[in-house]
Antibody, heavy 120, light 108 residues
Framework: QVQLQESGPGLVKPSETLSLTCAVS??????????WAWVRQSPGQGLEWIGS???????FYSPSLKSRVTISADTSKNQFSLEVNSVAASDTAVYFC????????????WGQGTLVTVSS | EIVVTQSPGTLSLSPGERATLSCRTS???????LAWYQQKPGQAPRLLVY???NRATGIPDRFSGSGFGTSFTLTISRLEPEDSAVYYC??????????FGPGTKVEI
């Protein structure tokens, strides 16, 4: 059973960079047929896809966040990461990592999520 | 850019009743690329249906999905108290790659 676990600072100052890592266990991120995704949810709001990465390094980003986001995969550590630069209060959210099934386009396994607050 | 809408915003029903949730996309999408999720407070979303009508592993058969083109439906027959949650549909398309609807809250 694949498990995903987010980690990273829970508090980030405005204008700084938010960095999170998702550790994957029970499956290699090099397994064929999968991307690895980040999704966020602002307090009381809906789900927002941030982007997805393939173990080869190919990335896909939400157009609304593309200019500030970098997602990368580390196959040696079986994990993938998210960076959002120049953060503002509007980036305060629960950040989820998820397994993205390429054939169906669905997110079939999720981490528990981690709250990141942007505040000075 | 494909826009995904859901209706109603909130659905209040009693145990044993049937819930019908609607998801519409601004452009036609392949049924292969339409998914539904359930999210309970404080939890991560859980995949219910993929490919518009395929139940994910472990999902009870009272959950069923249907639809094609721009109109899709999630039906929950015989509602149970634990089905209280927010339900999201999501499409997988060229750009952006993934788009979620705003969600339907089901109150039981």
């Amino acid at each position: 059973q694949v498990q995903l676990q987010e980690s990273g600072p829970g508090l980030v100052k405005p204008s700084e960079t938010l960095s999170l890592t998702c550790a994957v266990s029970g499956q290699s991120i090099t397994s064929s047929g999968f991307y690895w995704a980040w999704v966020r949810q602002s307090p009381g709001q809906g789900l927002e896809w941030i982007g997805s990465v393939h173990h080869s390094g190919s990335t896909f980003y939400s157009p609304s966040l593309k200019s500030r986001v970098t997602i990368s995969a580390d196959t040696s550590k079986n994990q993938f990461s998210l960076e959002v630069n120049s953060v503002a209060a509007s980036d305060t959210a629960v950040y989820f990592c998820a397994r993205h099934a390429r054939n169906w386009g669905s997110l079939d396994q999720w981490g528990q999520g981690t709250l990141v607050t942007v505040s000075s | 850019e494909i826009v995904v809408t859901q209706s109603p915003g909130t659905l209040s029903l009693s145990p044993g009743e049937r819930a019908t949730l609607s998801c519409r996309t601004s452009q036609g999408v392949s049924a292969d690329f339409l998914a539904w999720y359930q999210q309970k407070p404080g939890q991560a979303p859980r995949l219910l249906v993929y490919g518009a009508s395929n139940r994910a592993t472990g999902i009870p058969d009272r959950f069923s999905g249907s639809g094609f083109g721009t109109s899709f439906t999630l039906t929950i027959s015989r509602l149970e108290p634990e089905d209280s949650a927010v339900y999201y549909c999501q499409q997988y398309g060229p750009s952006p790659l993934l788009t979620f609807g705003p969600g339907t809250k089901v109150e039981i």
